[in-house]
């Protein structure tokens, strides 16, 4: 008596991840048949080598799998050429502007506030593809280092400069942009006792006019969405809908889209 | 390409082997609106200043002149205030004069040199229009330029021996525009550029040999085509490099230090019929689509650039401007948007040679050929 053996191919799953090292974290995300499955996030420190060899070995642990199980390593952000693990490499704007899709798939304009630098980036409704961008100059004014050293100024914890900037019912005019500037005009504004919610409410405008003036300057198309370390202050959120009229839509996860998009453009990629 | 100090050497043993024979040396600022030809013909040694600045340069040139003023223009003054210690500036010193123009603020600037550095200076006023009052201005400023250098030199310029430095000008010029079309990579393109605009004739036997040996120039290029506009890219500049770097392929360099310096050529055959001063007043007449006539005619500065974009096949413009170069920075925007129309991606970098930009302008550079 024999057996008929009817083979089945079965595929294989594919996971892909995305490392993206910015200035200030460090941003992995893992990705299973094209959906992302887990994420984490860490600073970012000097080492931004060290950071993101430790961030990618602990997914792969957490997940029990081995290097050779990932088919497509893609880095991005401004530590990419750190990733010498990479199977490839991919600016922050092309990969933010796939991970607001993953959550936001009609999206055609996206604010990107990171550490270092911020970005207009405008998507084809059609290709989904970028097709134009603004990014800033080399100077801090209107990014997460700006965010950063205002709250020392302030002294006030970072995370809470956003819920604190709420409590202002008249926010002060900053009117430097340059951060060393803006920091001496806080101190100066807090020595004459205006109020810390004002001051940071006036922090925050400052930052949105900046990067209002490079939304316009493209030419924003609705709809409009906010990524990036920065988006989760919600009084650079707030100030940004403000400056340009316009509801600002907020990705699920702002501060991990760089990630996530690498990760799935590692696994479209696959097929190219 | 790297500044290096044996390159710097070899123009500064250039320039003293002229000088010992009794050569002037006299210098130019960067851009193609001087007439050459005329220093040439003076039998002196034209030196165009083509290197770029870095960020000690820049500051040192603060020093003397405002830092709004153009970044090049200030790394010309750090580059002439350290040519007495520093080996990478010394060849600065074989400089018997300097020709500075009012043809930008940066051109302008430079006319520091001279009370400073102790650098005698020729000045000629450049109009920006190409009216004919215009042309008339520029022909009765390269005149007395003549005239002025002829005196310096000791020579008296005469109409055969412009237009033989006019047609040994053109040699070069033809044959770096053979060079221009062939399948190098931008960056050597470059590098041949530069050598050939300080070295000049001297250089036509390397360049004839670089011309005739096609087999050194490998399979066809792969990546992304780019045409570079807007400011010229000088000696130490890796930006050209930054973009191959990157993936891309810089096909035509179409500022003047580039296929631009070479498309400004005199006619010869009017020789006999037209003076060589009239037939300079002719390049400069057609040379109306130069970046640094913008205010005028920045619609013919788009459709050059498209023109050659169409006929390359290339789909992508990079347009460069130096901090504070008005003439390449104030229309910049309408350039792009009649190049955008016509279904051209364009990229505008402006830089001040600061080395801590270098990180967002690499973020910029391969996000655009991403884009691309």
Known sequence: ?272 | MEFTIDFAQEINEFLAAERATGKKIIGIIGHDIIPEEIIRAAGAVPLRLIFAGTEPLTNEGGNYLSSTTCVFSRAVIGMFSRRAEEPLWQFLRNLDALIVSNYCNGDNACELVKHYFNVPLFRVYIPYKRTDPALTQYRSEITRLRDAIGQFCGREITDDALWDAIASTNEIKFKLMQLSKMPLLGSKKQEIFYRAMLFGSNYLPELDKILSQTDLFGPALKGKKLLLAGAAPFIGDPLIEMFEGAGAVVAENLTWTGTNYAMQFANTSVRGQASAIDELVQVFKKNESSEHYVPYSYEKVAERIYKFCADEGIGGVIYHILKFCELTGTLKDKIRDILTEKGLKVLQIERDYSASATGQLSTRIEAFLEML
Request: with cysteine; aromatic share 6%; net charge neutral.
């Open chain 1, 1 to 272: 008596m024999g057996f008929d053996v009817q083979i089945i191919q079965v595929n294989p799953t594919t996971y892909t991840i995305g490392v993206d090292i910015g200035s200030l974290s460090t941003k992995v995300s893992l990705a299973k048949d094209g959906c992302i499955i887990d994420n984490a996030v860490s600073r970012s420190t000097h080492e931004f080598a060290r950071v993101g060899r430790e961030m990618f070995d602990a997914m792969l642990q957490k997940h029990n799998l081995q290097k050779s199980d990932i088919s497509e390593i893609l880095g991005t952000g401004y530590g990419r050429h750190t990733v010498d693990f990479a199977t490839k490499k991919v600016t922050e704007i092309t990969a933010h502007a796939r991970g607001v899709q993953y959550f936001l798939p009609d999206i055609r304009t996206i604010i990107d506030i990171g550490g270092q630098d911020s970005k207009v980036i405008l998507v084809s409704p059609k290709t989904k593809k970028v097709v134009d961008f603004q990014m800033n100059d080399k100077c801090a004014a209107g990014t997460g280092r700006f965010c950063e050293v205002m709250a020392n100024a302030l002294q006030v914890p970072l995370e809470e400069l956003g819920p604190l900037s709420l409590r202002s019912n008249k926010p002060e005019q900053i009117s430097s942009t340059c951060t060393v500037f803006a920091e001496s005009e806080v101190i100066s504004l807090f020595a004459k006792g205006a109020k810390k919610e004002d001051i940071a409410a006036g922090i925050h405008e400052a930052i949105a006019k900046r990067v209002g003036g490079m939304v316009k300057r493209l030419g924003a198309v609705q709809p409009i969405a906010f990524c990036g370390g920065v988006a989760k202050n919600v009084g650079v959120h707030r100030a940004l809908e403000k400056e340009l009229n316009s509801k600002i839509q907020l990705p699920a996860q702002p501060q991990m889209t760089g990630a996530i998009g690498a990760a799935l453009l590692g696994f479209e990629q696959l097929d190219q």
